[in-house]
């Protein structure tokens, strides 16, 4: 396949991507707005950080007059998983495309981009994964500004029903391996069933979900990689 | 305010992006390490599966619909069907099922 073809394919990949961002974003921007962000400010905060979880409690923090270094601290940890998602990334990418392209492809690794890319049968390009990030970040950027400037184009419902779709694109990523491998699917409801317990259990329940993320992400892949070790590197789809 | 929003936007940013490439700088052959490379195969499946349940609980305006959604799309993709029909099926499920709630 020549290299426009799979670029093209990452952005057809990318798609639902776009619009499961449309919509989460669309909901960042009316939170922006209400919190008296600057329109351009929200939008452009999109644009620079493209990630969501970390945007939303700093729009937050930032209207209750947060310091600089406790902003950092707090993106740090909010957004520490994704030093684990890079370093599987770095794993699944091709050694052969210029190294400059690692640079450009680690803006884009968001849980959503990453979650396809890993999933991609075969070597990761970096113009396939150009392809998801052209699907997906347009989509952040607009959904932020469709929200800061309309607050309300969307019924309420359809913003709802669309809350779930980046969510339901996890599980079409993570059920078919765990149907073919006893071991993955188990790995799968491990991971759920203690992700379950620490939202809900005393003193865990405390833990931000962030740190949640990174804990078990740790604990569990550690735990499966001693008891179930991958033979050989045809294993790593 | 006391911080400038733009000087904030720039923190964040660069803290974000520092996570983000840190990895692909320094892990940049293949690693041989058996039990290093098992531990990074499972990642995606437990990071996923973490970041899903049971915040997907919480996706939509009712509890009712994102169980509701949830359940759809397990059983959909658990028959076969790919990530953008999976993504509309649940869609589509929390929307008809608050038809119904609310």
Avoid at chain 1, 5 to 21: A, L
Avoid at chain 1, 196 to 213: D, E, Q, T
């Amino acid at each position: 396949m020549n290299t426009f073809k799979i670029y093209r394919r990452g952005v057809r990949d990318g798609m639902p991507v776009f619009f499961g961002y449309l919509a989460v974003s669309f909901s960042f921007g009316i939170l922006a707005k209400s919190l008296n962000i600057p329109s351009a400010a929200a939008v452009l905060m999109s644009a620079a950080n493209f990630t969501s979880a970390g945007q939303f409690a700093a729009v937050s923090s930032i209207s209750a007059g947060v310091g600089y270094i406790e902003l950092a601290l707090m993106q740090f940890i909010i957004n520490l998983r994704y030093f684990l998602m890079s370093s599987a990334l770095s794993q699944k990418i091709s050694d052969k495309p210029p190294f400059f392209h690692r640079f450009l492809m680690a803006f884009g690794n968001t849980d959503e981009v990453f979650a396809l890319a890993v999933s991609y049968k075969g070597e990761l390009t970096p113009s396939y994964f150009y392809g998801l990030m052209t699907a997906a970040l347009p989509g952040w950027v607009t959904g932020t500004a469709l929200g800061v400037i309309s607050g309300n184009f969307l019924p309420a419902r359809v913003l709802s029903a669309l809350g779930i779709a980046l969510y339901a694109m996890f599980i079409a990523i993570i059920i078919p391996p765990a149907r073919k491998s006893k071991i993955v699917a188990g790995i799968v409801a491990s991971s759920m069933t203690a992700s379950f317990l620490f939202s809900k259990l005393p003193v865990l329940k405390n833990i931000s979900s962030g740190f949640r993320i990174i804990i078990l992400t740790v604990l569990i892949s550690a735990a499966a990689a001693a008891l179930f070790p991958v033979e050989t590197e045809e294993d790593y789809e | 305010m006391n911080s400038n929003i733009f000087i904030c936007i720039i923190v964040m940013a660069a803290v974000t992006y520092f996570i983000r490439v840190l990895p692909l700088v320094l892990i940049r052959g293949k690693i041989k390490n058996r039990f290093f490379r098992s531990f990074i195969y499972y990642v995606p499946f437990v990071t996923l599966s973490v970041m899903v349940f049971p915040s997907i609980l919480t996706s939509t305006s009712s509890f009712i619909s994102a169980l509701i959604g949830f359940v759809i799309a397990v059983t959909v993709s658990f028959l076969g069907a790919g990530l953008p029909v999976v993504s509309l099926f649940a869609v589509a499920a929390v929307f008809v099922s608050e038809l119904f709630i609310r």
